[in-house]
Nanobody
Framework: QVQLVESGGGLVQAGGSLRLSCVVS????????MGWFRRAPGKEREFVGL????????NYAESVKGRFTITRDAAKNTMYLQMNSLKPEDTAVYYC?????????????????WGQGTQVTVSS
């Protein structure tokens, strides 16, 4: 059974930083793609970024490019989302997700396991 557990959310002022973590338990996942998504109040869940576990290449949504960075620590089975220069519009519940052989990586349906989410609130 695969489980994803996010942590690290909280309240931060605009311009500040937070680092989210996603610990993955279960089977090993060299072939997997790990993604971050977020859902802002009253909006659909949207793609934030991803990292391919094998090789560590990343992709980001335009809205976070240059401010957010995704890394992973294979020894700890953990993925991180470093968020800098946070804006009030980054306020959302952030989710990590796992996908196998992901093609259209912005689509939620490409991912088969999800964490429970962690709240990030950015005050102005």
């Amino acid at each position: 059974q695969v489980q994803l557990v996010e942590s690290g959310g909280g309240l931060v002022q605009a311009g500040g930083s937070l680092r989210l973590s996603c610990v993955v338990s279960g089977r090993t996942f060299n072939r997997y793609t790990m993604g971050w998504f977020r859902r802002a109040p009253g909006k659909e869940r949207e793609f934030v970024g991803l990292i391919r576990w094998s090789g560590g290449s990343t992709n980001y949504a335009e809205s976070v490019k240059g401010r957010f960075t995704i890394t992973r620590d294979a020894a700890k089975n953990t993925m991180y989302l470093q968020m800098n220069s946070l804006k009030p519009e980054d306020t959302a519940v952030y989710y990590c997700a796992r996908g196998v052989d992901v093609r259209d990586y912005v689509r939620e349906t490409e991912y088969d396991y999800w964490g429970q989410g962690t709240q990030v609130t950015v005050s102005s």
